[in-house]
């Protein structure tokens, strides 16, 4: 396991790949914001300590699963002052998983239980392979809607338009999809670790439900709880 705590965005500057939009906390709009916590000393205790439980699990239900890809997650903690609660996958410029985590969710989280799901739902992205295939299916759209565009005889700039909108409405075709094998995943991944998914899930009781809209990056949170409460069950 490795652990690192950043004063600043050094984590993101070398990133290549782009968070696959499965951040398992969602900021609170504004007006609504409370001011933002900072963890105290028992918080990053309890961080620590779940890290040092799930990542483990997490690296052997990866190499578990085969294939060319990194198992080795990089830990890291954003303690900048003022960043909302928020969670996410990335990748480094050599292919190597980043699991980040801003200080503020590490004082937002109730209890353990919560806090290792949502290191299980973001190492879950990594193992499922959520951003080659939302490359994938980014690319496919911009060859799409720009090919779509050169047919008929659209100008340079309005190509260039619409590839960029093929591949926005790509990358957000399976981001919903993405987020429930998370889920589903982490909660076992959770519960190999000997933690409480149910209880972990429970989370989303208390952040911004984003509804079932079209091509929204997040399923509906009743959806996402169900979803956690069935693999439980099959578990």
């Known amino acids: 396991m ?9 984590f993101l500057a070398g990133c290549e790949v782009t968070t696959t939009g499965g951040d ?8 609504q914001q409370q001011s933002v916590k900072a963890p105290s000393g028992t918080q990053l205790a309890r961080f620590r300590q779940v890290v040092a439980r799930v990542e483990p ?23 900048r002052p003022g960043r909302p609660p928020n969670a996410f996958q990335t990748l480094d410029r050599n292919g ?37 295939r939302q490359q994938q ?9 720009g090919g779509l565009a050169t047919l008929a005889g659209a100008g340079t700039g309005a190509v260039d338009a619409a590839t960029n909108v093929g591949a926005s409405v790509g990358a957000r075709s399976y981001s919903k999809e993405f987020e429930l094998e998370a889920d589903a995943l982490g909660t076992i991944i959770a519960k190999k670790s000997g933690y409480n998914p149910i209880r972990g899930a429970e989370y989303f009781t208390r952040i911004p439900d984003p509804g079932n809209r079209f091509l929204g990056s997040h399923p509906p949170n009743a959806q996402r709880i169900e979803t956690v409460r069935r693999v439980n069950a099959q578990f």
Not at 123 to 128: N, T, V, Y
């Open 96 to 132: 190597r998983p980043i699991l980040a985590f801003t200080a503020s969710l590490i004082a937002d989280v109730r209890n353990e239980d919560e806090l290792a799901f949502i290191f299980a739902h973001e190492a879950s992205h990594h193992i499922r392979r959520h951003i080659p």
């Open 137 to 145: 299916s980014a690319a496919a759209g911009a060859i799409l809607l």
């Open 2 to 10: 490795r652990w690192k705590v950043l004063i600043c965005a050094v």
């Open 24 to 31: 398992a906390p969602q900021p609170r709009p504004t007006g």
């Open 57 to 79: 699990v997490a690296e052997r239900e990866c190499r578990a699963r085969g294939g060319n890809v990194n198992c080795d997650f990089n830990v890291v903690l954003d303690d």
